[in-house]
């Protein structure tokens, strides 16, 4: 299904992957990064409205600083339900710009036509 490289892996030709929480699809991409079972959706592909900012960081070793969004969907709020990383460490370059989610939001791949 993904190309592996270092735990990396791209979408495969023709795949699309949506992020969908509370019955709306809040992300959708042909050109995600798989890391650890996670989809990495680029951050133009996330729609801007379902997006509120959070204080909330983590650490992972090998990726550096996590930063957080609340994901929004008509007034419901999913706190800390995206997450990306700003300055990522030279290891995980690739997923720079890019958004990845939890807590409820569910990723599916869809076919393309």
Known sequence: MFKKLFGFGQSDNGAIYEAVWNGVVIAQSGDVVMVEGNAYFP??????????????????????????????VDGQVNVDAAWYYPDPSPAALNIKDHVAFWQGVTVRRQKSD
């Not at 592909?45 to 929004?72: M, Q």
């Open 43 to 72: 951050r133009q592909a996330v729609g801007d409205t379902f997006l509120e900012e959070s204080a909330t960081t983590s650490i992972c070793p090998w990726k550096g600083r996590a930063s957080y969004h609340n994901v929004v």
